[in-house]
């Protein structure tokens, strides 16, 4: 069933090129995967939505949690679709360390990473869902997985998983542009700015020109549809399907 679910999936993710928030991006993403490997959406015993400790003052509500024997063991923090996992929330955090769950997985759709929040969150495993492993690491994150032990065990026989995302330092090079230029990505800036819903990154004019030179030193260039871009992964898809359109022309 997880194979059938993942293959949805990818299919869905290839043919999504606009920004989705976290309501959307459970839908469609994220309850599927929790589904296929054995957790029951719809038992309020095993699953709450909304998931913050009782007296907690500080913190943040978790999408949900996942219990067993009346005790959260799991619990997801649902992002908008590509979002920036390079940082837990520390709201986030500081409900988690509340709770007596032992892990919480961050994901945004398409990938899920893993925590022990025993104490500070530490990053333990990292899953894409276009991996060709990835059936086998979510799959750890079923209650049975949990309970028996086999997560814990895997993952401490997997090398340490990367607490830092590679990022793309920006430098001021001296380069200059001409007004006309600067004019106009001022004016598709705000066209991206204004035309979409979901606000889960800033854009800013310096991620779209390293962004456009990266791809176009490709030798690719082309028309730029600006709706619906809530972040730096679906720009640069929206640029790569515009650029792939001219190279096939």
């Known amino acids: 069933m997880m194979r059938e679910t993942l293959i949805t999936l990818c299919a869905t993710l290839k043919?999504?090129?606009?920004?989705?928030?976290?309501?959307?991006?459970?839908?469609?993403?994220?309850?599927?995967?929790?589904?296929?490997?054995?957790?029951?959406?719809?038992?309020?015993?095993?699953?709450?939505?909304?998931?913050?400790p009782m007296?907690?003052?500080?913190?943040?509500?978790?999408?949900?949690?996942?219990?067993?024997?009346?005790?959260?063991?799991?619990?997801?923090?649902?992002?908008?679709?590509?979002?920036?996992?390079?940082?837990?929330p520390p709201k986030i955090?500081?409900?988690?360390?509340?709770?007596?769950?032992?892990?919480?997985?961050?994901?945004?759709?398409v990938e899920w990473n893993l925590y022990n929040v025993e104490?500070?969150?530490?990053?333990?495993?990292?899953?894409?869902i276009r991996d060709d492993d990835a059936q086998d690491k979510l799959q750890l994150m079923s209650?049975?997985?949990?309970?028996?032990?086999?997560?814990?065990?895997?993952?401490?026989?997997?090398?340490?998983?990367?607490?830092?995302?590679d990022e793309?330092?920006?430098k001021n090079r001296g380069y200059k542009v001409s007004d006309k230029n600067h004019d106009a990505l001022n004016k598709l800036r705000n066209k991206i700015m204004t035309s979409r819903s979901v606000k889960d990154q800033e854009i800013t004019n310096s991620m779209i020109v390293e962004l456009l030179l990266d791809l176009f030193l490709e030798n690719c260039q082309t028309n730029f549809s600006y709706m619906e871009i809530s972040n730096q992964t679906i720009l640069r898809q929206r640029m790569q399907e515009c650029l792939r359109k001219y190279t096939g022309k």
């Open 168 to 170: 793309i330092t920006l």
């Open 119 to 128: 104490g500070n969150p530490i990053l333990k495993l990292v899953i894409d």
């Open 93 to 109: 955090s500081a409900t988690a360390k509340a709770s007596p769950a032992k892990y919480l997985v961050s994901t945004n759709g």
């Open 15 to 52: 043919a999504t090129n606009t920004g989705l928030n976290g309501r959307n991006t459970d839908r469609a993403f994220v309850s599927p995967v929790l589904e296929s490997i054995g957790w029951n959406l719809s038992n309020l015993n095993e699953v709450v939505a909304d998931y913050k």
């Open 143 to 165: 209650k049975e997985s949990i309970i028996s032990g086999l997560l814990e065990k895997s993952i401490n026989e997997m090398p340490a998983a990367n607490n830092s995302v």
């Open 55 to 88: 007296g907690l003052k500080q913190g943040s509500e978790i999408s949900y949690a996942l219990f067993a024997q009346l005790l959260p063991i799991l619990m997801v923090d649902i992002r908008p679709l590509y979002s920036d996992l390079s940082q837990l």
